[in-house]
């Protein structure tokens, strides 16, 4: 299932001066490629589909009230793939209830003991995610595949830097992206020989060129779809920061097919600041607020009506870019790719289509305005 990608060239542009200014020609935006499409539940992975959000509950797994309470959460977010944590026996046991309840996909994370993946298996999980790093070796590799081929379920091989296996770490002088990527692909090779193929694959660290050299590799050599993400972000808006460079990384690649922002915290936070990577990139179908960082030209309460606006484009469902400018500098001719939006002047705005201007109303019903012609369609 070998692929790869545009191979690597050089843009050049010609500059004022005479001389020429060269690029790689990779840094820029690359089409999403189609990767081989992966099953899990009712939902496609790779294939073309839509990129999938994933988060994992953070509550013990035993805590039935707490893991309800989670999943209704994340599922009201828009959470695609829920994945839990399974550690004995007794947990796979409940997690037949889990599997029941859910509406989405869940993922039974296996650290150390792959018998606790055949009982999850057996549980109907949609997806078995094992660590090559701490499973035990190859025997034990290939009882998770039978296993998963019983119950038609998926198999994630999701190596991260902190468990590689020690022989890697030696052949490579560390925990690198090569030592990821080989760790990965050699567990591919083992599935493969099962006749499996429900495949996604992850290389994850928690720091931000190693993940994305890895998963550049692996992409190079592999058409299986890649999970992406951190190991761990941090906190806070830090975390956000550094899962939206690493994502957003990849995904400007064309790498990339479902994701995790790995966030410190209520798991349910992971959400809005995966839906804010997937917008920024035009890789949703939901409506993105775009809006001036405002200077002395802006005579308005431009915050006010950003935050009415984008309040109001929560609840619609179409892939469209919004505007809010706070002066003429930032108007319309600024904003001329946005479907619509809206620019202040004085007491008075213009609500703009695509560059057009269609209307001039006063300054305090400019958010009412752009939310109604948001609301009809137009």
Known sequence: MCHTYPARGVLRFSQKNGSTMTIPSDIIFQERAVSKAARVGGLRIGGGAPVSIQSMLSCDTLDKEKVFAQIDALEAAGCDIIRLAVENKEQTEICHEYV?????????????????ALLSADAGFAKIRFNPGNIGGEKNVREIVR?????????????????????????????????????????????????FDNIVLSAKSSDIRTMVDANRIIAEKCAYPLHIG????????????????AVGSLLLY???????????????????????????????????????????????????????????????????????????VNGPGEAADADCGAAFGGDNAVIFKKGRIVKSVAAENAAAALIELLKNGE
Request: net charge neutral; with cysteine; proline share 2%.
């Open 254 to 328: 064309g790498i990339g097919d479902t994701i995790r922002v790995s966030l410190t915290g209520e798991p349910v936070r992971e959400m809005a600041a995966a839906r804010h990577i997937l917008d920024a990139l035009g890789l949703s179908d939901r409506c993105r607020v775009v809006s001036c960082p405002t200077c002395s030209r802006c005579k308005c309460d431009l915050l006010s009506a950003v935050e009415e606006v984008s309040a109001a484009a929560q609840g619609i469902k179409r892939k469209m870019k919004v505007a809010i400018m706070g002066c003429a």
């Open 230 to 245: 951190l190991t761990e972000s941090g906190y806070g808006e830090a975390g956000m920061t550094a899962s939206a460079i």
């Open 100 to 116: 029941g309840y859910a509406k989405v996909p869940l993922v039974a994370d296996i650290q150390f003991d792959y018998r606790l």
């Open 147 to 195: 296993a998963c081929l019983a119950n038609g379920t998926a198999i994630r091989i999701g190596v991260n830097a902190g468990s590689l296996d020690r022989e890697l770490i030696k052949k490579y002088g560390g925990r690198t992206a090569e030592a990821l990527a080989e760790s990965v692909l050699s567990s591919v090779l083992i599935l493969e020989n099962e006749g």
